[in-house]
């Protein structure tokens, strides 16, 4: 069955699976693997199963992790079946998530049980968990003294039993000092609960006072959550209007109703200012769910959140996938982030499945943002989704002045990129005492290495793109496939030496002119590509939280909803990048980017100000920032998709070919075009060459599928895909609702 996602509440029809595992002989079992369906396992006598089950069956000459999926299909005999080999003791999975597999699997073409695969992504959970043992005092001294000995005494004279990793750090002491106590019967082993008793978050703990707008929106948003209904609720506030503390109030609502909360954030690696308020807010921190996390981190959530003892929950976009019992509330923090789409793998949006999440499960979802996705703006406008608005600042903060600098008629001093006029604005937040941010969403230090004597322009070895320098590193990388490599210092095609010239700026290039033109500024640089990895950027963000920069250089990332509560000044590097790619969605992404970045500042402070460099000082996107007419420009926007029949007006889909040899690939693509089924409402475009051709020495190739709100996308896919046999090295993705279309 095939639903398309466009309306809040989603015409779902699953089988009611009987969890009666009486007359069971056999069953259906899901294997997290690329395979194209459920297989069938005979039910040892002394076994019992019922449908979501975690077990262990044989697979080839393997034996694998699966779901019993309901029973077996029952056309071959239970006797010719190979049998169950054990269930796992983990709590079953439910009906909501198993049903969420499989909406999910048909809605992106996947199979199932790769969906079923980001369920079942921590194996070591299923795996009874290993004892943990600490130390206690028995009360014997050792016969030698010593200072080491003494402080390892001293550290569990007031403390719990301590693992030891642990008391040697907190000791300052060698592993082998707890362990020579220990066989000098000074130390007592003890077996440690693992369950953990940590109090958790406290719904009772009162928040920050309210304005009444936040009051009246706090009130909707606990109203639905106490109702345990489905809903899709907008919290749409401008920038610093205090949207997190009002959806905290949703959480406590959940929390009262015994229900865990999940709140989906798009780069939750570096909240921890988030982290922070939520912990003022309930007194305790919420769980966490995101690729930084350490096996055995990941190991202990998954279980905990199995086992209904995970109260609230911070995650990314695959925390959707948890085996949630239950959920009273789910928050998609910052709606209209691209981080939400995953790419590789099950190509899906965690922003469109949390609504099929939350409705399968009969709770609200609430999406949040101060710049509203297109989608979200339309549905909430024609009533399919309930907004709430929140247009200003929270207390005696005001929004900040936009305005822009023609760099056609005011341009940067010969070998300079920031016009005079951001330096001087500068130069007067830092004599204030504040902060000012130069924004430029280009990592590195130039995009482009060109040789001044032969003209060479160096170029990735397995894409079809530039090399970027990143002087801090001193090394060319590939921004696509991660491929780097020493700056040279002569051209590799003439030999000349010293004659390669960085053309364009980056981050990078930026923070050396403000190290030139303010020597006694203290600066910082945030970029993904930060040199100390997720901690530094990490780090560094608190640092300049609490003042410790006066001049702030970064790309996207800071626009990820931080709070700096010093920084009075924004100056955009290129307020034009990203709209020449004709991307469909370039326009409403630049506006939301650039929106976010300059609401960074004057959140605390008077006078908040942003300064855009330009050339195109006119364009819709330009004249939206500076009037504060977002609205109008949304309004714009949707007249556009509608008459172009774009979504959400329209719908998309993407298939995208690869191959190692191109002339393979390029066969693929043409016996795929002579087989194109036709449909009236749906019109397929090309094949054609991606933008970016060749990626990791993979040719691509892509198709682009457009057809009206009501078309049958993907079951036009399965069909036409179902026509062609992939050989070689062909590898095809398939991409519904694309984001990107390179």
Known sequence: MYTELSDARLQLAFPRTMRDSANMQSVSVLIPLALPGPYDYAVPDDMMLARGDFV??????RQVNGVVWGPGAGDVAPAKL???LARHRVPALRDPLMQFVDWVAAYVLAPPGLVLRQVMRVPAAFEPEKPVFGYRPTGTPPQRMTPARQRVLDVLKDTPPLPGPDLARLAGVSGSVIKGLHEAGSLAKTELATTGSERGPDPQMVGVALSPAQQEVAIALGTAVAAQTFGVHLLDGVTGS???????????????????ALILLPEISLTAQFLARFERRFGSPPALWHSGLTPAERRRTWRAVAENRVQVLVGA?????????????????EEHDGGFKQEDGVVYNARDMAIVRAQLTNCPVVLSSATPSLETFVNARQGRYKAHRLAARHGAAELPDIELVDMRTSPPQRGTWLVPQIGTAIEAAIERGEQALLFLNRRGYAPLTICR?????????NCDAWMVEHRFRRQLECHHCGHARPVPESCDACDAPDQLVACGPGVE?????????????RTAILSSDHMGGVAGIRETINQIAEGGADIIIGTQIVAKGHHFPKLSFVGVVDADLGLGNGDLRAAERTYQMLSQVAGRSGRETTGGRALLQTRMPDHAVRQALVSGGRDAFLEREAAAREQAGMPPYGRLGAIIVSATDQQEG??????LARKTPSHDALRVLGPAPAPIARIRDRYRFRFLLKGTRQAPMQAFISQWLGGVQRRGSVRISVDIDPYTFL
């Open 453 to 461: 004597a032969c003209g060479h322009r160096y170029a990735c070895p």
């Open 317 to 333: 976009r695959s925390g959707l996938f948890l085996p949630w019992s239950d959920l009273g509330v789910i928050i998609v923090d």
């Open 82 to 84: 190979k049998p169950v």
């Open 242 to 260: 205090g949207k997190t503390e009002v959806y905290f109030e949703a959480i406590s609502e959940a929390l009262k109703k015994q229900r865990p």
């Open 56 to 61: 262990r069956v044989p697979l080839g000459p």
């Open 666 to 671: 390029l066969r693929f693509v043409q016996e």
């Open 509 to 521: 290039r930026i923070m050396e002119e403000v190290a030139a033109r303010f020597p006694e500024a």
